[in-house]
Nanobody
Framework: QVQLVEVGGGLVQAGDSLRLSCAAS????????MAWFRQTPGKEREFVAA?????????YSNSVSGRFTISRDNAEKNQVWLQMNSLKPEDTAVYYC?????????????????????????WGQGTQVTVSS
């Protein structure tokens, strides 16, 4: 069982930066693929970024590629971060941290695996990010 707690959301202006953190409980954190998703009212939750448990490879949605960076610390802090730069009003959403309990390696996972919401077994409560214009 994994518990995820996100912090770092807030109200910022367009062009600002924000860093979200997700703290994970459990000694097997290092074996989980991790991701960030976001959701706005009336819309489905959408993929933002993900990082493989092995190798550290990352994937990003087209809308955030080049502006957002996902990273993780397996050794001490059991945390995953989302650095968000050059924020836009359309980035406004509740951001969720997610952990994949199955976590295949990138060498055997199907294309697009990390982007699929249903592959993730554990979710945080979400943190609100609001970007004003």
């Amino acid at each position: 069982q994994v518990q995820l707690v996100e912090v770092g959301g807030g109200l910022v202006q367009a062009g600002d930066s924000l860093r979200l953190s997700c703290a994970a409980s459990g000694r097997t954190f290092s074996t989980y693929n991790m991701a960030w998703f976001r959701q706005t009212p009336g819309k489905e939750r959408e993929f933002v970024a993900a990082i493989w448990y092995i190798g550290g490879g990352t994937e990003y949605s087209n809308s955030v590629s080049g502006r957002f960076t996902i990273s993780r610390d397996n050794a001490e802090k059991n945390q995953v971060w989302l650095q968000m730069n050059s924020l836009k009003p359309e980035d406004t959403a509740v951001y969720y941290c997610a952990a994949d309990g199955n976590s295949p390696s990138p060498s055997i996972a199907a294309p697009g695996y990390l982007r699929r919401e249903y592959e993730y077994d554990y979710w945080g409560q979400g943190t609100q990010v609001t970007v004003s214009s």
